[in-house]
């Protein structure tokens, strides 16, 4: 394949992110593999398309338009994940279009997920978003919260738990970055040892461009890059 021009900032920008990845997890002795996840929100299909050509195989989006939109016009084998806030009355327009939904958040959006993935006939797999540094602005369930919430999800057959999801606050602090993430690592662990028998905690989606290192060094093992992959969004 012969790149030019945006090319090459794409395949330059992935191949330093997959040495990052390398260097985390031996740098921290795990062995696991991590999904690098291309967020693609605000990106413009043609630089979706080139990620994809370039070995990317999973990409998230954050809102359900959007998504929509990609879905329709990528054209390309790839997974979608829905990583952003879910409206209850959108579940409908992605349910049978995306191979996990890292945000949920809440009951009244697993009666919701239920439902229509029932009528699809399909489980649909979801990530559970909690708020560890219980930031205002931040989606996500606390910590003192999970327990009773995975609890309660047995109700719900067309639903399969396979991890959490947590964003970190925007600091410079790294001490600050590493301590949310080691927190929903040990949340994870402890979930895992309940055994229950309707969840799974497979997939821990921790990381974004400014803190994956941290995330990978703490466990993660889907990062969500998108501007270290596209360069800076313009809104
Ligand atoms: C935008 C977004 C990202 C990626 O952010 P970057 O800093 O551009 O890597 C990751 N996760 C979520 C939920 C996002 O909304």
């Given at each position: ?34 999904t690098l996840l291309a967020v693609t929100k605000n990106v413009e299909v043609e630089k979706i398309q080139e990620a994809i050509d370039l070995g990317i195989e999973d990409i998230g989006e954050n809102r359900v338009q959007e998504l929509q939109e990609k879905y329709n016009e990528v054209n390309r084998q790839v997974n979608y994940h829905m990583i952003g806030h879910l409206q ?148």
């Amino acid at each position: 394949m012969i790149l030019e021009g945006l090319d090459i900032i794409i395949d330059n920008n992935i191949r330093k992110i997959k040495e990052d990845i390398k260097n985390s997890l031996e740098k921290s002795g795990r062995t696991k593999e991590v999904t690098l996840l291309a967020v693609t929100k605000n990106v413009e299909v043609e630089k979706i398309q080139e990620a994809i050509d370039l070995g990317i195989e999973d990409i998230g989006e954050n809102r359900v338009q959007e998504l929509q939109e990609k879905y329709n016009e990528v054209n390309r084998q790839v997974n979608y994940h829905m990583i952003g806030h879910l409206q209850t009355n959108k579940v409908k327009y992605i349910i049978d279009k995306v191979k996990l939904i890292h945000s949920l958040d809440r009951i009244s959006l697993c009666k919701e997920l239920d439902k229509r993935a029932k009528a699809h006939g399909i489980k649909v797999d979801v990530l559970i978003q909690m708020n560890i540094a219980k930031e205002k602005t931040k989606f996500g369930l606390y910590e003192n919260e999970i327990v009773e919430f995975v609890e309660k999800l047995v109700e719900y057959e067309n639903i399969q738990v396979r991890g959490l999801m947590t964003m970190a606050p925007h600091t410079d602090d790294e001490k600050v970055v590493r301590k949310v993430f080691r927190d929903l690592y040990n949340i994870k662990e402890d979930l895992s040892n309940r055994n229950y028998d309707h969840i799974k905690m497979d997939y821990l989606s921790m990381g974004m461009t400014n803190d994956y290192k941290i995330a990978i060094e703490e466990g993660s093992n889907i990062i969500r890059v998108g501007s270290g992959i596209f360069g800076s969004r313009k809104y």
